[in-house]
Structures are given as C-alpha cells and as structure tokens.
C-alpha cells in the first residue's frame, strides 16, 4: 500500500487533465508575452521616428533646441545649466 493512503478513482486522470492545463496556460501566457514584447518595440520604434521627425520639423522651422536637447535640460537640469556658461552658445542666444 502507498504511504499517502489509497489513490482516489480517476486521480491519475485528473492530475493528467490538470498537468495538460497548466502546460496549456503556460503556452499561451508565453505567447501573450512575446505579443506584448513585440508590440512594446514596435511602439518604441514608432516613438524614436516620432522624435526624429518633430526634430527635424524643428530644425527646419528654425527653432534652436531639438527635442532631443529639450528632453536631456528636463532630464539633467543641472547639466543645462553648465551649459548656459559656454561662451559658443551664450553667443547664439544673444544671436
């Protein structure tokens, strides 16, 4: 006799059935990650051109600081700040 009592009836197949969900859930919860995975570097890509783009329409309209350089002053203020004491761009400005 089995040290954890008598098998119930059926409990081989219900551990089969539950063993074949489970495989079933992790199958489709790894295909639902690789979907989001995707989808999240298509959106980022999609961001990156976005940027690109208004760069390029700034640049094109004249106006002195692309987003890229707006984003590092917001990001890393104080870096922005070292960089209003460069003689080079205080030049620009006053341009």
Excluded: Y
Aim: hydrophobic content about 40%; overall charge negative.
């Amino acid at each position: 006799m089995d040290a954890r009592g008598p098998k119930a009836a059926g409990g081989d197949a219900l551990r089969d059935a539950a063993e074949n969900l489970f495989q079933e859930l992790q199958e489709h919860f790894q295909a639902l990650t690789t979907t989001l995975t995707l989808r999240m570097e298509e959106m980022g890509n999609r961001i990156e051109d976005l940027q690109k783009n208004v760069n390029d329409l700034m640049v094109q309209a004249g106006i002195e600081n692309p987003i890229k350089e707006q984003m590092n002053e917001v990001l890393h203020p104080e870096v922005s700040s070292l960089a209003a004491f460069q003689p080079e761009r205080a030049s620009k400005r006053q341009i």
